[in-house]
């Protein structure tokens, strides 16, 4: 895709009014391969409805939201240290420029929590893939400041754009690109491969069950409850 349909086709021009300037061109300036695609702007909000604020987001907690559909989670992390942009190299010549960290420490990032190996995700019963904080590594790899899907041990580092330290995964995360302004945090866009289509289909009777039909669980979120996955998720389940 080049850089014209690509415009055309994610709406580029009309986003860049909301995206900070800097991240924007940088985004566009790195050969982004057609791996940015913009979205509604959405608030992230405190469960009573009031805008999340930096202070609000607890370092190494893991918490989840869902963007850009109100079924695809993602996770939201505040790794309490500057986080640099990295640039994520995939098969084929093909990559991004992952922006690195938001907030005062540049230290907030946010990915989704879709595993891109065979798209395990943190459902409300349980959760496979979850963050492993610097002081409760995994039992199993021993690593921590991680994140980790129990499915089949692929892990991710969140503070290089979830690319996959080990396990069957190819692919990083795809990340959640946020931008803060007046102090208030919003989901803009994706950044990466991003598995929606594979998460529509292989869980196409889960999401009718729990959304009512297809088209619901594709609408498109406003605002993102930011919740603690241990309250979202009756069994995470760490390996
Ligand atoms: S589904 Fe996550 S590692 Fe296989």
Known sequence: MDRRDFIKT??????ASMLDASIFSNLLASQQDGMLKTYKKALLVKEDGSPIKEGDIKPHNNYIFFYPFVSTPCYLLNLDQEIKP???K??????????GGVGSKKSIVAYSAICAHQWSYPTKDYSFINYYPPDKPSETTKKAGIIQCCAHL????????????DGPPEVPL????????NGQFYAVGVLGED???????????DLRQQYGSTAKAKELVEKCIVMEVDKYVKSVIRC
């Open 86 to 88: 990295v640039e994520i």
């Open 195 to 205: 598995q929606f289509d594979q998460f529509f289909d292989n869980y196409k009777a």
């Open 174 to 181: 795809a990340s959640i690109v946020l931008q803060e302004e």
């Open 10 to 15: 994610c709406g580029t021009v009309a986003v």
């Open 154 to 165: 692929g892990l991710y580092d969140p503070k290089e754009g979830a690319k996959v330290l």
């Open 90 to 99: 995939l098969k084929d010549g093909l990559g991004y420029l992952w922006p």
